[in-house]
């Protein structure tokens, strides 16, 4: 547990060191939601499901990722892995940072859409919670995913740009999916930040369903466990 407790300390401290992760974690969402609250003034605060869902994703494509691979370059992890410590309890701490910070991104979201905004929540606390906590998990091992993929700390970034770029602007985060051409839904519906948006916008705002609450924690569901099967398979500590 001390280990464990270590661990965490160093990885929440290396965090806070990135300065590209806590902009796209934490202050870019914050900053669009405003922006697009100023646009549709009729419904300031409906972007803010959207704003929340956008920010796990970038949680998970620049905020584990890129740290991963450093740690890689620098034989980091090589070291750990040669040390008594066990992996599982080094990899649990990573996962556990990343959880807290998508809760805190959750509670930054909510304040500035509840101050900023005039945001009233009129879902169920509870399930948005689970919601947010799936999402996190889903994004966070996607991370570990794509530190496996990349070779270097350049094609990381090139990876999550690739990634992060048609889930942002085809999951219904910025525009509604009613806009997108239909020989694009395919591509929607095959997207798990889909149903993070949709599960949030549910459970948040009470909003009309893109598709039941129930299978947006399913397809979230899937999709842990898929990336899960995955990222154990190409996650490399050297």
Do not use: C, H
Not at 53 to 73: D, H, K, S, Y
Not at 110 to 135: E, I, R
Not at 183 to 210: E, H, I, S
């Amino acid at each position: 547990m001390k280990a464990f407790a270590a661990l965490y300390k160093a990885t929440a401290r290396q965090f806070l060191r990135d300065r590209m992760a806590i902009l796209f974690t934490m202050l870019l969402p914050v900053m669009m939601a405003g922006f697009f609250g100023l646009i549709f003034k009729e419904q300031p605060a409906s972007y803010i499901p959207g704003m929340l869902a956008l920010a796990i994703l970038w949680l998970g494509v620049f905020g584990v990722a890129p740290p991963l691979v450093q740690m890689r370059e620098q034989q980091v992890l090589r070291r750990v892995s040669a040390t008594p410590l066990k992996r599982s309890t080094f990899l649990a701490a990573q996962v556990a940072w990343r959880v807290t910070t998508g809760l805190l991104q959750a509670v930054i979201m909510l304040l500035f859409g509840m101050l900023a905004l005039g945001l009233k929540l009129s879902g169920n606390p509870l399930l948005m919670v689970a919601m947010t906590l799936l999402g996190t998990l889903v994004f966070v091992t996607l991370g570990f995913l794509l530190a496996g993929l990349a070779r270097s700390s350049e094609s990381v970034v090139a990876i999550g740009q690739g990634v992060q770029f048609p889930m942002m602007f085809l999951s219904g985060t910025l525009f509604p999916l009613e806009m997108l051409p239909d020989f694009l839904r395919p591509v929607t519906a095959a997207m798990p930040l889909t149903y993070l948006t949709d599960g949030l916008k549910q459970t948040m705002l009470n909003a009309p369903p893109l598709y039941p609450l129930w299978l947006d924690f399913t397809v979230l569901g899937g999709a842990l466990l898929l990336l899960l099967l995955l990222a154990t398979r190409y996650f490399r500590w050297e």
